[in-house]
Every structure is written in C-alpha cells, then in structure tokens.
C-alpha cells in the first residue's frame, strides 16, 4: 500500500527566505504526483502537477523536483511572502488510479512578516 | 470556467441523523472522487466514478454510506446514520481522467454532535 510522508510537519521562516518542503512515497510506480496548497477552512489549491517521465516543474516562484526511483519530491518556494502560510500537501496516484491520490500529512508553513 | 461546486459548505447535526453532500464537478470531468479529510490528517478517497459508475468505493462504509453519481455529472453523498467519528470535511474532487490533474471543491465541514 503507497504511503506518503511530508517533512518537516511544520515549518516557520522569516518572510524573503528561499524553503524546501520534503515529500517521500514508499511505491515509486506512480503516475504523477501533485503539490496542493490549503488555506485554514478552505479545499485544496492545485499547485503543480509532475508526470512520472518529468524531472520537475515550475510555476511563478515554485519548483517541484521528482526523484521516482528514490521516491522522493521537494517543492521549492524563493523568495517566500506572508501569503505564502499555508499547509502544503504532496499526493501521488498510483495503482492505476483506482486509489486516487494517496496524500500526506501535509507541512504547516507560516512566514512571518 | 466555474470549478467544483459543493454544498452546503457547513452541516451540524446530532448523531443518528441522516446527512447529505452535493457535488458539481468541472464540465466535462468525468472522473469524480469523494475525499474524506480528518483533522491534520491528508484527505482520503472514499469513492472514485468514471461517469455514472462507480469504480472504486473498497474504501466506502457501506453499512452507512452510499453515493451516487445519476446521469454522471453531479453527486451526492450519503450518511445514514451519522455517528460521531463521522466529524470530518467532505471533500469532492474532479479530473478529465483517472491519471490526470485533480481539482477540489471547497468541501463541506460536518460536525456530528
């Protein structure tokens, strides 16, 4: 059964510092893995998506990175912002899809002003 | 484009009482997934439709949970009866496919009482 674990669980920076959240899963057969952004009392912000083929991707100030032999991801924030608090969750389909995302816990980031 | 719609965003009920979620994917998503996300916790699916048939519910309690998806568009959720360990945000989710990019609606929050 895919496990995925996010490290640290929660992190907290001062604002204009470049951070790096962690993201393992136990089975690397995946299809593609997704970074998510939750706001307190809100659903979940699709932030990047990685194919298993790609290497990375990026969008504005994220960069996502996939290991799929290692099983590994990090999303990369530069220049971090107060906007930027929020928990972030790593999710990875595997199985076909028929398990849907497999997520986890999610890393609490807040930064401070 | 309009993105996943769900209601009601908020339900209080006490145990035993019966309970529903509604869910309108993204047009022309035909794969729609039940999530359900416990307190700090990453969410976790309960049911994937492709179209009007449900695909995956393995991870479903059917004894009190039921869901349909009637003309494969939106969809419902059901508890009944609800008990207290169901407290928890329903979230739904939708995608072009069962391997392709997710998008969450912004779930709905039930405390069972």
């Known amino acids: 059964k895919q496990e995925v674990t996010q490290i640290p669980a929660a992190l907290s920076v001062p604002e204009g510092e470049n951070l790096v959240l962690n993201c393992s899963f136990t089975?690397?057969?995946?299809?593609?893995l997704q970074w998510f952004r939750q706001d307190p009392g809100k659903g979940l912000t699709s932030l990047l998506l990685i194919q298993s083929s790609q290497r990375e991707q990026t969008s504005g100030r994220l960069n996502a990175s996939l290991d799929k032999s290692s099983g590994r991801s990090t999303l990369y924030i530069a220049a971090s912002q107060p906007g930027d608090s929020a928990t972030y969750l790593c999710?990875?389909?595997?199985?076909?899809?028929?398990?849907?995302?497999?997520f986890g816990k999610g890393t609490h980031l807040i930064i401070q002003p | 484009e309009a993105g996943v719609v769900q209601s009601p965003r908020y339900k209080i009920i006490e145990k035993k009482q019966p309970v529903a979620f509604w869910c309108n994917p993204i047009s022309g998503h035909n794969t729609l997934y039940w999530y359900r996300q416990n307190l700090g916790q990453g969410p976790e699916l309960l049911i994937r439709?492709?179209?009007?048939?449900?695909?995956?519910d393995s991870q479903l309690p059917k004894d009190r949970f039921s869901a349909e998806r009637l003309k494969g568009v939106d969809s419902t959720l059901k508890i009944q009866p609800a008990e207290l360990g169901d407290s928890a945000v329903y979230l739904c989710?939708?995608?072009?496919?069962?391997?392709?990019?997710?998008?969450f609606g912004p779930g709905t929050r039930l405390t069972v009482t």
């Open positions: 999710a990875v389909i595997s199985g076909g899809g028929a398990d849907g995302l497999t």
């Open positions: 439709y492709e179209n009007e048939e449900a695909v995956d």
């Open positions: 089975d690397s057969a995946i299809y593609n």
């Open positions: 989710a939708s995608s072009p496919g069962p391997i392709r990019e997710q998008y």
